[in-house]
């Protein structure tokens, strides 16, 4: 289930990791009666970070955290967390748990090797986002015809993407972020341009792990939030250089970090 969503920014640079940076919200907390346990090989928390950027241009991207600062777009960050539910628990512990929830589990664990350009290996993550409202937008005919084209089509997450999980034995999150700013012109403009109508729009927006065998279909999207009329400059909230959103300089763990492919 989802029990956040947020949306932040930094005067310095983008925010990209949350987890272990600060304790859970209390909504995210383990209750009473949760049926998750360390050993399930699932988190029992789940954050996304989508990294959105401000402008187009290609001089503003620079595919390197250490030169962060030099980037002239810091962009905005959606932060949304995911609780595991009870009933996710009892379909992974039956005699028949699906295959979507095996490609989870499986890609939560352990990095799958794809060469590059492989688009149609399973286990890989892709992430969609569907406007619910699109008829309240008044887009043009242009525009219009290009959100039918994509609306709720995934895209696949290969180079902007990391994966950092609990550095303990428990694995009690897993924290996956994507950095649009990296993807290509054509995405960035078209995002770009529909900046106002964003105002109006109700966003859905979920993650899947990809399946490719008759055994491992049907996919089914997890870590799934809606976001309600996002203004790219009046939403964001604006977080201090100190703030524990912000990865620390000397974290007391250093989580395992990974790269997407």
């Given at each position: ?58 001089a503003d991207y620079v595919p390197t955290e250490s030169n962060e600062s030099e980037r002239s777009d810091l962009g905005l960050s959606v932060v949304s967390l995911h609780v595991i539910e009870n009933s996710t628990m009892e379909l992974l512990t ?168």
């Open positions: 289930r989802c029990v956040s969503v947020d949306v932040v920014r930094h005067p310095n640079q983008i925010v990209r990791e949350v987890l272990g940076q600060q304790d859970l919200p209390p909504l995210a907390a383990p209750r009473d009666g949760d049926l998750w346990r360390p050993s399930c090989g699932l988190p029992r928390v789940i954050s996304v970070v989508a990294m959105l950027p401000h402008t187009v241009g290609l039956s005699d028949a748990p699906s295959a979507s929830l095996e490609l989870l589990r499986v890609f939560a664990r352990r990095r799958q090797e794809c060469p590059a350009g492989e688009k149609y290996s399973s286990g890989l993550l892709k992430a969609v986002a569907t406007c619910t409202n699109v008829q309240d937008l008044n887009l043009s005919y242009a525009m219009s015809a290009l959100v039918d084209q994509y609306n709720g089509t995934p895209a696949l997450i290969s180079q902007s993407g990391r994966l950092r999980r609990d550095p303990s034995d428990n694995f009690e999150w897993l924290e996956i972020s994507f950095d649009v700013r990296l993807w290509s012109i054509a995405a960035r403009s078209a995002l770009y341009s529909l900046r106002d109508n964003t105002k109006e729009a109700v966003v859905q927006v979920g993650m899947v792990i990809q399946g490719t065998e008759d055994e491992e279909l049907p996919e089914r999207l997890f870590a799934l939030c809606r976001v309600h009329h996002l203004d790219f400059e009046r939403t964001p909230a604006l977080i201090k250089e100190d703030a524990a959103i912000l990865p620390s300089s000397k974290p007391p763990t250093n989580p395992i970090v990974q790269d997407f492919f």
